[in-house]
Every structure is written in C-alpha cells, then in structure tokens.
C-alpha cells in the first residue's frame, strides 16, 4: 500500500490504474480506524479494483475547537489496517493541500443540511462535508465511492449533491457496525470512561424501543417516540433529538407508513453520538 499526500500524486495514480482498465472506488474517513471504517474497506475491496481511502481530519466541519483539538489521530496505526485489508493507496494529505490559501468555495445543500445535526451543530457543518467530498470526487474521480449508514444524514446530503451536480460517482451505503451491546462503533467512543462507555448503549435502546413499538403495531410516530425516550431515560441518557424522518427528505413523518428512518443523538459523558435505524413497516423487521 502507497501513502500519498499531494493530490499529483493521486492523479498520476488513478490515471494509470484507469489506464489499465481498473475500477476506482474511494471511501472517504477521517481516520482512527474502527470495525466499521473496516467494513467500508472490505466492501470496496469486493467491489472495485484499485482501492483509495482518504484519511482527512477536515477542520472546517467541527463546531468546536476543543472538539477537532481532541480528535483521535492514529495515522501510523490506521495505515497497518488499510494496508492489512488490502487498500491500495492511503490519501493522506496536509490540510494546505485541500484548502490552499485562498480556498473561498462552499457546496451547500440547502434544506437537508439545516435539520436534525444541521440544526444542532449549524448548517455550516454539511457544506464543510459536501465540500470536502466533492474535493475528494475531484480528485480521485472514483467509480464508486462508500458510506456508512451510520451517518444517515450525510449519506441523505452526500446523494443529492452528487444528484444535482450530475457527480458521476456511484455511491454505496455500508450498514452500521455495531459492538455486542449495541452501540454503533465511532472513534468518538474513545472518549468514553467505563461508566460513560456503559451509558452510551442507551442510544441504541432507544432505537430498539422505537422499533419494538412499531413491531407491536405503533403507527403514531409521537407515541413510538416516547417509547424511545423512556428507555433511553432509563439508561439514563437524554436524547438531543429523537425523530422518525422520511429517509429521502428527511422530513419528520406523523404517521408510521412504509420506509423511515429513526435518527438520535445524544451527549455522553465528553462525546456527542449519533445512531440511526432504517424501518419499513410493511416488512415490520428492523435493519440498522
Ligand atoms: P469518519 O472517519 O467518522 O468520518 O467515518 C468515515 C466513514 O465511515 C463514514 O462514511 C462513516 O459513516 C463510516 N462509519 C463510521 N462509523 C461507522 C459504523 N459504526 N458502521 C459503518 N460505517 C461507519
């Protein structure tokens, strides 16, 4: 595996492998590699030819300062793991590199970007993604780029970006990777103390609760909701938000019919999480 970190050098490597007649996928992370980065890996291990994950701690998308100060950053350890799942090249560039004195572009989507984390940690945050993403689609020009449902609104914001700009990439979403308990795994775990660590499943009992309303035939999205709330209580967590939103628009749904997505995010201890879980209630099981 190549680490490269000027975009030349991704250029002259991308060319050669479409060249050669290879399929590009990207997966796009912010490193402190997990199981779930892991997962983005090895389904664009199966699914293209050549391999490129980006590794940028974009500083324009965290609200806070002590937030990007405290982010974890393991690039030597991440790289033994890029390289182990079989990753070609590792694009690990300086932050002057993607933004060059002068930089003075912003993608912004608008609508999708302004709820739920939008509303919370300011719109400002998806044109910092969407405009990092499209950088990344620049350069790297991949056939196929993958996500993770983890993070289902970027996925929602990501999609119509690449619709409206007519971005010829395909993009595939890689289900949640979840520990044994539940919680959806995150580099911002590693923040978490065993009590905290602990408390943090309450994100996913929430979720669960939701879900086991709508199973046991729950059609009022408020009253699903305040099933949410109360297991999460129990596990002494409160909810920043806890929402069923139609997963296109991302509009808050009364009624519970068909296809919705049930979004949460809470503080623990020092972390912000977030968690989602897609339900369909024609088919009433529910996949994360
Ligand atoms: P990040 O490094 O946190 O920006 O994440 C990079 C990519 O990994 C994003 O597409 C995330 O949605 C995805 N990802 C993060 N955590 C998980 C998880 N637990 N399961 C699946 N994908 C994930």
Redesign the pocket.
């Known amino acids: 595996m190549k680490t490269l970190r000027t975009i030349t050098d991704v250029r002259a490597h991308v060319g050669a492998a479409r060249k050669a007649g290879r399929s590009v996928a990207l ?6 590699f ?4 892991e ?2 890996m090895r389904a664009a291990r199966e699914r293209c030819d050549e391999v490129i994950v980006s590794l940028f701690v974009n500083p324009t998308q965290f609200d806070a300062a002590a937030d990007l100060a405290g982010y974890p950053r393991s690039e030597e350890a991440d790289a033994a793991i890029a390289a182990r799942l079989g990753v070609d090249v590792l694009f690990a560039p300086p932050v002057e590199e993607i933004y060059p004195a002068g930089f003075a572009t912003t993608i912004r989507v608008v609508g999708l970007a302004d709820v739920l984390e939008g509303a919370t940690r300011g719109a400002r945050h998806f044109d910092a993604v969407c405009t990092v993403v499209c950088k990344l689609f620049g350069i790297v020009a991949p056939d196929v780029a ?6 289902a609104q ?2 929602v914001v990501v999609r119509r970006m690449v619709r409206d700009l007519a971005i010829p990439v395909a993009l595939e979403v ?5 520990a044994p308990d539940g919680l ?4 911002r775990n590693a923040r978490l103390d065993g009590a905290e660590r602990a408390r943090a499943t309450a994100l996913a009992r929430g979720l669960e609760a939701v879900g086991a309303a709508v199973a046991d035939g729950e059609r009022d999205a408020a009253a699903a909701v305040a099933a949410g709330r109360a297991a999460m209580a129990a596990a002494g967590v409160q909810p920043e938000y806890l929402a069923v939103v139609d997963p296109d628009t991302l509009d808050e749904v009364r009624e519970l019919d068909g296809r919705v997505l049930v979004v949460v995010a809470a503080h623990v201890g020092p972390a912000r999480l977030i968690d989602n879980v897609l339900i369909d209630t024609e088919q009433v099981a529910t996949h994360a």
């Open positions: 997966v796009p992370t912010m490193g402190a997990h199981g779930g980065h997962a983005l993958f996500f993770g449902q983890k993070d970027q996925v890689v289900p949640t990777v979840r959806a795994l995150s580099s």
